[in-house]
């Protein structure tokens, strides 16, 4: 398109580059600052209306933050850094958006063009490093194309499978001068997102669905990317069909719903594990068949037929075959299987009576049932005591590790995006930083960061982030004084061979969180645990909870590495 | 066994390097490469050849056609690239 509207007067490229982000709806700015950049925070004073900048204590940190936000409210995440190690500490928190789809720009300085190539002080080919974890990046060549890269930046990251964008901006073009005419509509070959599927197929997909006799629904990120709960609920009501649900997709389908079966996978639950490899139809929506789900692909779901909903053609047949494939945005495909449903008679009820008692005795199984200790606090009581004095309400946000897989056995999910976990890259420290910043998009909504002792020290330092702009965040540290999960790895395949899991000195986290200005507590003792757990809660402000629980205590069931889902070491 | 690829993207820099990332990323070793004007307005061609199993190429292929400026990416027949210099003089 070249009919061009829109003309400005001669603005700096750091002046184009926040009115832009104003035009983008941007309110918040995850960052930290430094020579490359220096223009832009210079601007950035000036729009102080408009966007608030939450200065963390480091790029990771930031771009954790900005991730926390977008997967808690569903809109772009954004944060700005300085060139060099700026740049290069923004790559974890890149990689993990990108694996788990999540919209974000991050927007990094450069040295100045002509500086380009030339070893300059903090240069670094960003763009070149985070090709791989991008979903798309830029380096700018004209403060004239700002806006318009910043217009394309956004609509990339949202739509299609969300994902992150960065934008590296020499330093020259920040204070440049030009007069931008932006076009009126984005015109970028080869990008077109998909939103409804063919209908002949979902039409196919219904057919085999109605007559299936032991189906079961696989669902996951997609469907809260597209926000499709509310369709979701409604087509398990109708078909009553049981679900399973990913890592990644657990707050999309309410835990308590009868026809949960609960997360699917290596942890996952046994009727989970056990409904998706007796199934002769598997409806698979908005997920992509990740290794820690099947198992040994080999042996997945060997006597069903799959049914594929994804808006990304490239995960379609990736792992596993599919029979009817179907590229398209969860929700609307979704809609569009409603509106079929609509027109037929309802299924026979009782059709699938055979298949639920089936699963009632796996159900009846319960390898998630767990003791109590008399003396030593189990962390899936932990789990289930933050499920019950939230009671499913809070945003809560993980690492990785046994504390966010007893997270998602034990705790009760009730709404979509709260949920905020890294699933794909398996971020350690990514969970405080994340809750801190969904706690800034919705400081009225109670936010926890659900942490490991590993984990949490490795981005603890936002706490200053945290206690500087006064949120009333919540952060349970579940302090095994292990790497518990590469423990239980290490105990279970590697005979009890202990290399370095063991954390043989830790900070006093009460006494840390006192050094921060925030509230700390602790409990190591059940008797405890419900009113340390509650007073935190309540007390205002940053409050680090120390829950000091079973230091070697496994995450059952398990699917052992290579094995089938069947192959479950249940206790 | 060699497949032959052609890709169409958007001529502009960087563009070949996320396909050519890509595609090593994944372990595929490119054995020949060329990269043209394509008669289409802004679209470069790119020529390739690589080897590997067909199942891991259809992968690959769906992942540089999800690059965002990628306008076609596609694996050619033995019949569609006989008359082609660059992937027939690979034979010799």
Redesign the interface.
């Known amino acids: 398109m070249s009919s061009q509207t829109d003309e400005t007067a001669a603005k700096t490229g750091a002046k184009l580059l926040c009115e832009a982000l104003v035009n983008e709806g941007v309110d918040t700015v995850f960052g930290y600052p430094g020579g490359a950049v220096l223009h832009i925070y210079d601007e950035l004073v000036n729009f102080r209306d408009s966007i608030t900048h939450i200065l963390a204590r480091h790029e990771q940190g930031a771009v954790h933050m900005a991730e926390g936000y977008a997967k808690a409210t569903g809109r772009v995440g954004v944060s700005l850094v300085t060139s060099g190690p700026g740049a290069t500490n923004t790559v974890t928190g890149i990689a993990n958006a990108y694996m788990d789809s999540t919209p974000l720009v991050v927007i990094t300085g450069q040295v100045p063009t002509h500086l380009l190539g030339t070893d300059g002080f903090q240069e670094i080919d960003i763009?070149?490093i985070t090709?791989?974890c991008t979903?798309?990046?830029y380096?700018v060549r004209s403060a004239e194309e700002i806006p318009e890269i910043v217009r394309e930046a956004f609509y990339?990251a949202a739509s299609g499978r969300p994902g992150p964008v960065l934008i590296d901006i020499p330093k020259d073009l920040t204070v440049r001068k030009a007069v931008h005419k932006m076009p009126e509509k984005l015109n970028?070959?080869?990008?077109a997102p998909h939103a409804f599927a063919e209908q002949g197929k979902v039409e196919a997909a219904i057919e085999k669905i109605v007559s299936a006799k032991r189906p079961v629904f696989y669902v996951g990120g997609g469907v809260v990317h597209s926000g499709g709960t509310r369709e979701l609920v409604e087509l398990v009501e109708r078909l009553a069909i049981p679900v399973t649900i990913t890592l990644m997709g657990l707050s999309c389908f309410p835990s308590a719903h009868p026809r949960s079966l609960g997360m699917l996978g290596m942890h996952g639950s046994y009727a989970a594990n056990m409904s998706i490899s007796e199934a002769d139809v598997i409806i698979a929506i908005g997920v992509r068949f990740d290794d820690r789900v099947t198992g040994d692909l080999k042996k997945f779901a060997p006597n069903a037929e799959i049914i594929h909903v994804d808006i990304?053609?490239?995960s379609?047949?990736?792992n596993v075959k599919t029979h009817i494939s179907m590229t398209g945005n969860a929700k609307d495909v979704m809609r569009q299987m409603i509106d079929i449903l609509e027109t037929r008679p309802a299924p026979p009820a009782g059709r699938l009576d055979a298949w639920w008692e089936r699963i009632a005795a796996w159900r009846s199984h319960a390898p998630t049932a767990y003791e109590n200790h008399p003396e030593v606090i189990r962390a899936q009581y932990l789990c289930e005591e933050i499920s019950r004095l939230t009671d499913g309400e809070a945003i809560i946000a993980t690492d990785v590790g046994q504390h966010q897989m007893w997270l998602a056995q034990y705790y009760r999910f009730k709404h979509p995006r709260s949920f905020l976990t890294s699933g794909g890259l398996g971020t350690m420290g990514y969970g405080f930083p994340a809750a801190l910043g969904a706690k800034i998009a919705f400081p009225g909504k109670q936010v926890i960061a659900f942490v490991g002792d590993g984990g949490f020290q490795m981005t603890m330092q936002e706490l200053a982030t945290a206690v500087q702009y006064r949120a009333n965040l919540k952060i349970i540290v579940m302090n095994n004084g292990f790497l518990g999960m590469v423990r239980q790895w290490q105990e279970v395949f590697y005979d009890n061979n202990y290399s370095e899991v063991d954390m043989q000195f830790q900070p006093d986290f009460v006494k840390l969180a006192e050094s921060f200005g925030a509230v700390g507590l602790r409990a190591d003792h059940p008797s405890h645990l419900a009113e340390v757990l509650t007073k935190g809660f309540e007390t205002d402000g940053v409050v680090v909870m120390d829950i000091v629980v079973a230091p070697e205590d496994n995450v059952y069931p398990m699917v052992p590495p290579g094995a089938g889902l069947k192959e479950m070491i249940l206790r | 066994m060699t497949h032959y690829i052609t890709v169409e993207m958007v001529n502009r820099f960087g563009e070949l390097a996320r396909v050519v990332n890509l595609i090593s990323g994944r372990g595929f070793n490119i054995e020949k490469l060329l990269v043209n004007t394509s008669g289409k307005t802004d679209i470069s061609l790119a020529k390739l050849c690589l080897d590997g199993d067909r199942d891991k190429v259809d992968v690959l292929m769906k992942q540089i056609n999800r690059q965002v400026r990628v306008t076609e990416a596609r694996v050619l027949s033995r019949d569609e690239v006989s008359g082609d210099e660059f992937f027939v003089s690979e034979d010799k």
Request: net charge neutral; no cysteine.
């Open positions: 763009v070149g090709r791989a979903k798309y990046n380096l990339i970028i070959p080869g990008y990304d053609e490239s379609i047949d990736k």
